[in-house]
C-alpha cells in the first residue's frame, strides 16, 4: 500500500466544490513540506499548491489562487486541499506528495512519495 492515500474526487459542476485528503504516516508531517500536484490529459504535471512544515506557509498555482486551499491537520496525520468555485480546466487526476520542508520550487522538486492519484472532473 503507498503511504500517501487520498481520497475526495468526483465529478462537480462548474462552480462546486471539493476536498481532497491525504492521510499521511505519523511523522511525515514534522518532516516534510506537503504538495499537491494535478495531471491532466495530454499536458504535464504540475503543483498546485504546497505546505510548509518549516513555518506553515502555503503557496498556490497563480490560477488557482482564491479558490483553493491547503490546509492539514497533524492530530489527525491528514492534508487536505479544499477546492472552491472549480472550473473545467481543473479536471485532472490530482496527487499528493512529498516535498522540501519548506517547500522550496515544490513544482519540480524531488518526490519521495507520492499518492496513488485521485480524479477531479468538472463538467456540466
Known amino acids: 500500500q503507498a503511504p500517501l492515500v487520498e481520497s475526495g474526487g468526483g465529478l462537480v459542476q462548474p462552480g462546486g466544490s471539493l476536498r481532497l485528503s491525504c492521510v499521511v504516516p505519523?511523522?511525515?508531517?514534522?518532516?516534510?513540506?506537503m504538495a499537491w500536484f494535478r495531471q491532466a490529459p495530454g499536458k504535464e504535471r504540475e503543483g498546485v499548491s504546497c505546505?510548509?512544515?518549516?513555518?506553515?506557509?502555503?503557496y498556490y498555482l497563480d490560477s488557482v489562487k482564491g479558490r483553493f486551499t491547503i490546509s492539514r491537520d497533524n492530530a489527525k496525520s491528514t492534508v487536505y486541499l479544499q477546492m472552491n468555485n472549480l472550473k473545467p480546466e481543473d479536471t485532472a487526476v490530482y496527487y499528493c506528495?512529498?516535498?522540501?520542508?519548506?517547500?522550496?520550487?515544490?513544482?519540480?522538486?524531488?518526490?519521495?512519495?507520492w499518492g496513488q492519484g485521485t480524479q477531479v472532473t468538472v463538467s456540466s
Open positions: 505519523g511523522d511525515f508531517l514534522d518532516y516534510y513540506g
Open positions: 505546505s510548509s512544515s518549516r513555518d506553515g506557509s502555503t
Open positions: 506528495a512529498t516535498v522540501d520542508y519548506d517547500c522550496t520550487n515544490y513544482g519540480s522538486s524531488e518526490v519521495d512519495y
